[in-house]
């Protein structure tokens, strides 16, 4: 894993864009692996920047989102379908037929994972773009999914509707299942972007980076994919810095008490 640490979320966002506009540049029809939740906002806010500036162009990309809830219409504000065109597609060049958002049509709910597996199947993302919920969750693979799972329907945590309702009225209106790239779809990615900021986070980030790799923190899988970077800013990294200062400090105590004898 490349750790990036960065002064506060601006410079997240402004290091996340040009990671991905390198890419881009160098492959102008890459497939993208999309993630909604603030987090990327950020990010997206740059590359519409940067499209407007005439810098870059979406013309060829695929996109692919994470997820998407099951039991809200694709129109409903909340959304990620609606979340990804205010936030992004309206903004840029990309064609609508080179947009996939994960369908969410109740009355088809036994194919719409296999669909959408097929479509990843087909068509390898050579970047991802992932956040990271707060109990460790990455799309929507909420801790104990199997590590080896492909798009499925889940149930969401708790948690997470919780974490979520803040974009809703109140937490009965968030939804309680949805559909998502399973951890084996995200870590065949080619390369893999995380970007998370806020204290709030600081715990989760250090377990995913120094923890096991468990199912109960699905975001630990990342350790080992080969080309993982992890964009942090100074409040996200705050217990993984302290923990290394504390470390390095142990290391420099053990080394006085114990000097190696010629
Ligand atoms: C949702 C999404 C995740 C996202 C997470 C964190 O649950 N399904 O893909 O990473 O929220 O959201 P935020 O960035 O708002 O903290």
């Known amino acids: 894993m490349k750790i990036i640490i960065c002064k506060n979320y601006e410079e997240i966002s402004k290091k996340a864009a040009s990671i991905v506009m390198k890419e881009i540049r160098k492959k102008p029809d890459l497939n993208i692996g999309l993630a909604t939740g603030s987090s990327p906002i950020g990010l997206y806010k740059n590359l519409i920047e940067a499209y407007k500036k005439n810098k870059i162009s979406f013309m060829d990309v695929k996109s692919y989102n994470l997820d998407e809830y099951i039991g809200i219409e694709r129109s409903h504000p909340q959304s990620y379908y609606s979340f990804m065109h205010e936030n992004l597609f309206k903004h840029i060049d990309i064609q609508e037929k080179n947009i996939h958002i994960p369908e969410n049509d109740i009355?088809?709910?036994?194919?719409?994972?296999?669909?959408?597996?097929?479509?990843?199947?087909?068509?390898?993302?050579?970047?991802?773009?992932?956040?990271?919920?707060?109990?460790?969750?990455?799309?929507?693979?909420?801790?104990?999914?199997?590590?080896?799972?492909?798009?499925?329907?889940?149930?969401?945590?708790?948690?997470?509707?919780?974490?979520?309702?803040?974009?809703?009225?109140?937490?009965?209106?968030?939804?309680?299942?949805?559909?998502?790239?399973?951890?084996?779809?995200?870590?065949?990615?080619?390369?893999?972007?995380?970007?998370?900021?806020?204290?709030?986070?600081?715990?989760?980030?250090?377990?995913?980076?120094?923890?096991?790799?468990?199912?109960?923190?699905?975001?630990?899988?990342?350790?080992?994919?080969?080309?993982?970077?992890?964009?942090?800013?100074?409040?996200?990294?705050?217990?993984?810095?302290?923990?290394?200062?504390?470390?390095?400090?142990?290391?420099n105590k053990t080394v006085k008490q114990s000097p190696i004898k010629p």
């Open 107 to 251: 009355t088809r709910i036994d194919d719409l994972a296999a669909d959408y597996n097929s479509e990843l199947h087909e068509n390898q993302l050579d970047i991802q773009i992932l956040g990271i919920g707060s109990n460790g969750h990455i799309g929507f693979n909420e801790p104990g999914t199997p590590l080896g799972n492909e798009t499925f329907i889940v149930t969401l945590d708790e948690q997470t509707r919780m974490d979520n309702s803040r974009f809703f009225e109140n937490i009965d209106e968030v939804p309680k299942f949805a559909i998502t790239m399973g951890i084996k779809n995200i870590m065949y990615s080619k390369k893999i972007v995380l970007v998370a900021s806020g204290k709030e986070k600081a715990k989760v980030v250090y377990k995913m980076i120094k923890g096991k790799v468990t199912k109960s923190l699905p975001a630990s899988i990342l350790q080992l994919h080969p080309d993982c970077t992890v964009i942090l800013d100074e409040a996200s990294a705050s217990v993984l810095v302290k923990k290394a200062a504390a470390e390095h400090q142990k290391f």
